[in-house]
C-alpha cells in the first residue's frame, strides 16, 4: 500500500510540474527549484523529487546544468496540451482548446485569500458614471497626459475617500496613481534596491512581493511576525536596511495588527538607520469589528511610503492603485514610472473619480462589508461544526480571509494539488514563506469569492484529506 501511495504522489507532482511547462507557467530557460527546496515545499521526500526531475529531463522537458540547477528545456515547440477527456457515458472527448492551468473554472471551489467577490461588482452604477465621463470628455483628455501621477481628481477622491474611511489627512501632490499596488512596488523596488542594499520584509508575507523584491538581488531579510505585528526586535542589527516592507492593519497573510508600541519602535528604527518603511494597506477597509486600523503613516509621513488597491473594494481588472509619498521620493517615483508606462490609463482614472465622487464606492464597500461578514460566519461555523476543536480560526476580524490551523496535519501543497484534482483550491501558509517548515499545519481560507454552498461543499471534501 505505501508503494501504491508513493507512486500516487510521484504521479501527481510529475503532472503538475510537466503541466504547468506544456502550458507555458514554466517558460523556456526557467530555474525549478533544488530537488531539496521542492521537496520541502511539496512535503515530499527528496528521492520522489528526483525521480520526477528525472522523469521529465528524460523526456525533453527539462535539462540539467552542472554547477547550476535544473531548467525548462527550450524545445521550439512549446503549445497548449490537448487532453482525451471520458464522459460519463464511457465515450471519448477531444478537448483541443484547454484552457491554461484550470484557472477560475466556473465549478472550482477556490478558497483564493484576499480576493472579493465579482459576482458583486457594482458594474451597473461603473457602466453609467463610464457613459457620463465619455459625455462630458474634452478632446484633450484622449492625448498623453503631462501630469504623470494621474488624474488630480481622482487623486482629490482619493485624499476624500481616505480621510473619511481611516482619517487620513494627505494631499492631492503626495499621491501618485499606478497600476495596481502591484506596480507600486516594482517602481519603489527599482528607486530604493540594488544589489549591495538591504529590504527586511513580514515573514510570511505575499509571494508576488517577495519576487518583486527579490529581483532586485538586494538582500532580502526575513522578520517573522506574531499575534501583535511584525517581530521589531528581530530587525537587523548588523545590516541597515534600505526599507522595511509591513502590512501593519492586517498582516498578510496572518491578519494581525502591529501594536502602537511596535509602530513606534518600527520608525525609530526607520530614523536611525534611515530606511523607509513600505507600508501595504491592502484591504483593511473590510472590518468586522469596530473602526478600520489607523495607518502607519499617520505617526511620521516622511519615513512611510503608503500604498493602496482598488482590487480589494472594487475589482482586481480595474488595475488601479496609488501610494502616497514622501515629499523627497515624489519625483523619483514620478520619473520612473515615466520609463514604465508613460502615465497611466486616463479614462479608468476619470471614471473612477467620478464614482468615488458620486459616493458609489462608499456605499459599495459598506454593502460588501454585510456580504463578507456574512460569508465569514458561514465559514468559521461550518469548519467549527466539521472539525469541532480540531480546528483553530485565527486573523478573521478584518479582510476577506482567515487562518485555519489543524493539530496533527501538515496542509502542504501536495495535499493542495490532490484537493485540485476534486476541484477545491486551497492555499497552505507554507506557500507564503520566505523559511520553510514553520507554519506546515495552516491554510489561509479566503472567503471573499466563495458563496456559502461552495464553502460548504469544500470544507466537506477537505474533511475526507484532513
Known amino acids: 500500500m505505501h508503494s501504491e501511495q508513493n507512486e500516487t504522489k510521484t504521479r501527481q507532482v510529475y503532472s503538475w510540474i510537466r503541466e504547468r511547462i506544456m502550458q507555458g507557467i514554466y517558460k523556456a530557460g526557467t530555474s525549478l527549484p533544488s530537488t531539496r527546496e521542492l521537496a520541502k515545499e511539496l512535503g515530499a521526500s527528496r528521492a520522489l523529487i528526483v525521480e520526477v526531475y528525472e522523469?521529465?529531463?528524460?523526456?525533453?522537458?527539462?535539462?540539467?546544468?552542472?554547477?547550476?540547477?535544473?531548467?525548462?528545456?527550450?524545445?521550439?515547440a512549446m503549445r497548449t496540451l490537448q487532453t482525451i477527456q471520458l464522459h460519463s457515458e464511457g465515450k471519448l472527448n477531444e478537448n483541443k482548446h484547454v484552457t491554461p492551468a484550470r484557472e477560475d473554472r466556473l465549478d472550482d471551489i477556490d478558497f483564493r485569500p484576499s480576493f472579493p467577490a465579482l459576482e458583486y461588482a457594482p458594474?451597473?452604477?461603473?457602466?453609467?458614471?463610464?457613459?457620463?465621463?465619455?459625455?462630458?470628455?474634452?478632446?484633450?483628455m484622449l492625448g498623453y497626459q503631462e501630469d504623470l501621477a494621474g488624474d488630480?481628481?481622482?487623486?482629490?477622491?482619493?485624499?476624500?475617500?481616505?480621510l473619511h474611511i481611516k482619517g487620513l489627512h494627505c494631499l492631492p501632490e503626495q499621491i501618485i496613481i499606478t497600476a495596481g499596488a502591484t506596480q507600486a512596488f516594482s517602481i519603489l523596488s527599482r528607486?530604493?534596491?540594488?544589489?549591495?542594499?538591504?529590504?527586511?520584509?513580514?515573514?510570511?508575507?505575499a509571494t508576488f512581493i517577495h519576487n518583486i523584491f527579490a529581483k532586485t538581488k538586494a538582500q532580502v531579510i526575513p522578520v517573522s511576525v506574531d499575534q501583535d505585528g511584525l517581530c521589531v526586535e528581530q530587525l537587523p542589527t548588523d545590516v541597515n536596511p534600505q526599507c522595511i516592507f509591513v502590512t501593519p492593519s492586517?498582516?498578510?497573510?496572518?491578519?494581525?495588527?502591529?501594536?502602537?508600541?511596535?509602530?513606534?519602535?518600527?520608525?525609530?528604527?526607520?530614523?536611525?538607520?534611515?530606511?523607509?518603511?513600505?507600508?501595504?494597506?491592502y484591504d483593511s477597509e473590510f472590518r468586522y469589528g469596530g473602526m478600520p486600523v489607523h495607518t502607519l503613516r499617520e505617526l511620521d509621513s516622511e519615513r512611510v511610503v503608503y500604498v493602496g488597491t482598488f482590487s480589494k473594494n472594487l475589482f482586481p481588472a480595474l488595475r488601479i492603485g496609488y501610494m502616497i509619498a514622501p515629499q523627497q521620493l515624489i519625483e523619483p517615483i514620478i520619473q520612473l514610472k515615466r520609463t514604465a508606462d508613460m502615465h497611466g490609463a486616463t479614462l479608468p482614472q476619470l471614471t473612477l473619480a467620478r464614482f468615488m465622487n458620486e459616493g458609489h464606492l462608499k456605499r459599495h464597500i459598506l454593502r460588501m462589508k454585510r456580504i463578507y461578514h456574512k460569508r465569514r460566519t458561514?465559514?468559521?461555523?461550518?469548519?467549527?461544526?466539521?472539525?469541532?476543536?480540531?480546528v483553530q480560526i485565527t486573523g478573521d476580524a478584518a479582510g476577506l480571509h482567515l487562518i485555519a490551523t489543524w493539530s496533527g496535519h501538515h496542509?502542504?501543497?501536495?495535499?493542495?494539488?490532490?484537493?485540485?484534482?476534486?476541484?477545491?483550491?486551497?492555499y497552505p501558509a507554507e506557500r507564503y514563506t520566505i523559511r520553510k517548515d514553520q507554519y506546515n499545519n495552516s491554510l489561509i481560507m479566503g472567503f471573499g469569492n466563495v458563496n456559502e454552498a461552495k464553502m460548504s461543499e469544500g470544507i466537506q471534501t477537505l474533511a475526507s484529506f484532513i
Not at 488630480?152 to 481616505?162: N, P, T, V, W
Not at 530604493?192 to 542594499?197: A, C, F, G, M, V
Open 123 to 140: 458594474l451597473q452604477k461603473w457602466k453609467r458614471a463610464e457613459l457620463d465621463v465619455y459625455h462630458d470628455l474634452p478632446a484633450s
Open 378 to 390: 458561514h465559514l468559521i461555523q461550518t469548519l467549527k461544526n466539521t472539525f469541532g476543536d480540531k
Open 411 to 426: 496542509a502542504n501543497l501536495l495535499t493542495a494539488m490532490e484537493l485540485e484534482q476534486h476541484r477545491i483550491k486551497i
Open 55 to 76: 522523469q521529465l529531463i528524460a523526456e525533453g522537458f527539462l535539462e540539467g546544468k552542472q554547477g547550476s540547477g535544473t531548467f525548462v528545456k527550450d524545445t521550439g
Open 250 to 281: 492586517h498582516q498578510f497573510p496572518f491578519g494581525s495588527i502591529l501594536s502602537i508600541s511596535r509602530r513606534l519602535q518600527l520608525l525609530d528604527y526607520a530614523r536611525s538607520t534611515g530606511a523607509y518603511i513600505i507600508e501595504d494597506d
Open 152 to 162: 488630480i481628481g481622482l487623486r482629490q477622491a482619493i485624499c476624500d475617500h481616505l
Open 191 to 205: 528607486l530604493l534596491l540594488t544589489p549591495d542594499k538591504a529590504i527586511a520584509i513580514e515573514d510570511p508575507t
